[in-house]
């Protein structure tokens, strides 16, 4: 299946289709991680993003239920140098191409991803369109410009879960293969804007219950909980897109700060609790994307470097340190990756402690929140 591509720079490449067979406009990413595709690509977080895979090889493993993190791929579509179709891996269960077209989701390989990751880190994330339907240049470009760019889309509506749920498994026990069951003595509220599975795990693991609430709840059904003591703080979660248009969720952020309620957010929610707190974010160049990044974490005595898992293209501002002690900075290129709001129960972190694809040098972090609740 031959598949056009377009990129906003004026770009134009021919490659093969191993998905589904569709026309789809988004944001064009690279991801470094050397494994964990099909955690990847269902994150919530990637919705209306295509993602270039820096690793030349995917699929050899195929795809599992165990491994999803979400039971939807969102994105729009994956970039890849080879798909391997005939994949090798007991827990395998079907093709990454087969459980990409049952997803409706776009497979694209046999184009140069070293190429594409060069541009990408040259001159920014950018729009892209590609389609297995249509090869006319120039018919491709007026649905791209005529397309509202990933900033402008609320991509939350769609990622959040719509009913409340309680979330029961904790980590990952990898000598039976298995979610392990875990006793909790504390209770948080979770604001789903996209949220992975594996952190819900985590936080479990580390001793919480999750209630998992849609994005659209309000703060005033939040306060009344944490008030009759139902729940004991609020988890604010990842997710897609720019937080600057989230204007809503600002607003509520805003109302649960002012009761003082134990709060932990993660990537999207991170950036969120900054613009709640008057400072707003702005976009990196390519983002930060992958299972390598080397963060400083200076709660301690001594400071120590830790390998993290990444994903956003938002970062929160210097100017956020009158408010708030930064405990983490990214080594590549000196951004913020966690503060502690002082005189406030309330930190968050840029990174992903959940490690999914990804070291566990920041597991830790989980643990942190469920002293705050102590």
Not at 9 to 20: D, P, S
Not at 141 to 153: D, F, G, M, T, V
Not at 259 to 267: A, L, V, Y
Not at 310 to 337: R, S, W
């Amino acid at each position: 299946m031959k598949v056009s591509i377009l990129l906003e720079n004026g770009m134009f490449f021919e490659a093969k289709g191993f998905g589904a067979n569709k026309t789809e406009v988004g944001e064009i990413v690279f991801n470094t991680s050397m494994s964990g595709y099909q955690e990847i690509i269902t994150d919530p977080s990637y919705a209306g993003q295509f993602v270039v895979f820096t690793m030349p090889e995917i699929g050899n493993v195929g795809v599992n239920r165990d491994d999803e993190e979400s039971k939807k791929v969102w994105l729009k579509g994956i970039l890849v140098r080879e798909y391997v179709e005939k994949y090798s891996n007991f827990r395998g269960e079907k093709s990454l191409g087969e459980y990409l077209k049952e997803h409706n989701v776009l497979g694209i390989s046999e184009i140069d991803t070293r190429f594409l990751t060069k541009v990408i880190r040259n001159e920014g994330a950018m729009m892209m369109i590609a389609s297995s339907e249509i090869h006319d240049k120039e018919k491709l470009k007026e649905i791209l410009q005529n397309s509202p760019r990933i900033e402008e889309i609320d991509y939350i509506k769609e990622v959040s879960t719509k009913e409340p749920y309680i979330h029961s498994n904790a980590a990952w026990d990898s000598k039976n293969f298995k979610y392990k069951e875990k006793r909790t003595d504390k209770k948080i509220a979770v604001l789903d804007f996209g949220v992975k599975r594996n952190i819900l795990n985590e936080l479990t693991e580390a001793g919480m219950e999750c209630l998992v609430l849609p994005a659209f709840t309000s703060a005033d059904e939040i306060i009344k909980m944490y008030k009759n003591r139902e729940i004991d703080g609020v988890f604010l979660s990842n997710g897609p897109g720019d937080p600057l248009i989230l204007k809503e969720v600002h607003k509520k952020i805003e109302k649960l700060l002012k009761e003082k309620i134990p709060m932990f957010g993660i990537c999207l929610g991170h950036q969120l609790l900054s613009i709640a707190h008057g400072f707003n974010t702005f976009k990196l160049k390519f983002g930060h994307h992958g299972g390598n990044h080397p963060v400083k974490n200076y709660i301690n005595r001594h400071p120590v470097v830790e390998i993290t898992a990444q994903n956003h293209n938002y970062n929160v501002p210097e100017e956020i340190e009158k408010i708030a002690e930064v405990t983490h900075k990214n080594l590549f290129d000196g951004t913020i990756e966690g503060v502690k709001y002082k005189n406030e129960p309330v930190f968050s972190v840029q990174h992903h402690p959940e490690a999914s694809p990804g070291p566990h040098d920041s597991k830790y972090i989980f643990k942190e929140f469920y002293k705050i609740l102590r």
